[in-house]
């Protein structure tokens, strides 16, 4: 089994920041690529963030010089730093990381956080 817990959600003012965590735990044995996507009411999921496991990283046009992503491959974790947070970013925001388990090095498979929600009062 493997599982992703997320932390750091919240409610902020405009203009402030906020630190996301998602930590992998459970039969992983490498982790691919690790991001972040967020879906907002009435709207589809979207990209956020992501980084492989080299370190290069991709943002989204919307968070490009605002939020920043980077990863603890010996915690196996990820984290999304979030600076200048504008009332648009409101979404519950997810982790994603696509990891080769224990037991099964030849398939790589993509897991889900359970979602926390941040939001962002103007």
């Known amino acids: 089994q493997v599982q992703l817990v997320e932390s750091g959600g919240g409610l902020v003012q405009a203009g402030r920041s906020l630190r996301l965590s998602c930590a992998a735990s459970?039969?992983?044995?490498?982790?691919?690529?690790m991001g972040w996507y967020r879906q907002a009411p009435g709207k589809q999921r979207e990209l956020v963030a992501k980084?492989?496991?080299?370190?290069?990283?991709n943002y989204a046009d919307s968070v490009k010089g605002r939020f920043t992503i980077a990863r603890d491959n010996a915690k196996n974790t990820v984290y999304l730093q979030m600076n200048s947070l504008k009332p648009e970013d409101t979404a519950v925001y997810y982790c994603?990381?696509?990891?080769?388990?224990?037991?099964?090095?030849?398939?790589?498979?993509?897991?889900w956080g359970q979602g926390t929600q941040v939001t962002v009062s103007s």
């Open positions: 994603n990381a696509n990891i080769i388990r224990i037991g099964a090095p030849s398939v790589a498979r993509n897991y």
């Open positions: 459970g039969s992983v044995l490498s982790i691919n690529v």
């Open positions: 980084v492989t496991s080299d370190g290069s990283t």
